[in-house]
Nanobody, 122 residues
Framework: QVQLVESGGGLVQAGGSLRLSCADS????????MGWFRQAPGKEREFVAA????????YYADSVKGRSTISRDNAKNTVYLQMNSLKPEDTAVYYC???????????????WGQGTQVTVSS
C-alpha cells in the first residue's frame, strides 16, 4: 500500500525558495513514477513535475521549468520538489502522487497525498 505524506510547504516571499518533500510509508515506492501537482483556489489541479521510478527521466510544466527540480531518493522512499524564484502565482496546495505510468495527466496517478500549502507573498 502506498501512503504519501507531503511536507515543506509554508509562507515565503516572492523570489524565495522552498523544498517540498513527499514520503511514502509503504514498501513499493521505487516501483512508482512520482508526480507533483498543484491546485489554486478556484482553479483546476495542474501538473507541476514528474519523475520516473529510476529518477532517470523528469518532466516539468512550462510554468515551473527552469525554476524547479524534482528528485527522488528511493532508499528514503521520498520524492522532492525544489522550487526557486517563487512567484505569487505559485501559490497553491501542492500534492504528490504515485502511479505506474509517468506522465502529466493526473488520471495516470493512483495514489495521492493530502497536500501541503505553499503561499508566496508579493
Amino acid at each position: 500500500q502506498v501512503q504519501l505524506v507531503e511536507s515543506g510547504g509554508g509562507l515565503v516571499q516572492a523570489g524565495g525558495s522552498l523544498r517540498l518533500s513527499c514520503a511514502d510509508s509503504g514498501r513499493t515506492f521505487s516501483s512508482y513514477a512520482m508526480g507533483w501537482f498543484r491546485q489554486a483556489p478556484g482553479k483546476e489541479r495542474e501538473f507541476v513535475a514528474a519523475i520516473s521510478w529510476t529518477g532517470g527521466s523528469t518532466y516539468y510544466a512550462d510554468s515551473v521549468k527552469g525554476r524547479s527540480t524534482i528528485s527522488r531518493d528511493n532508499a528514503k522512499n521520498t520524492v522532492y520538489l525544489q522550487m526557486n524564484s517563487l512567484k505569487p502565482e505559485d501559490t497553491a496546495v501542492y500534492y504528490c502522487a504515485a502511479g505506474l505510468l509517468l506522465g502529466s495527466d493526473f488520471k495516470s496517478y493512483d495514489y495521492w497525498g493530502q497536500g501541503t500549502q505553499v503561499t508566496v507573498s508579493s
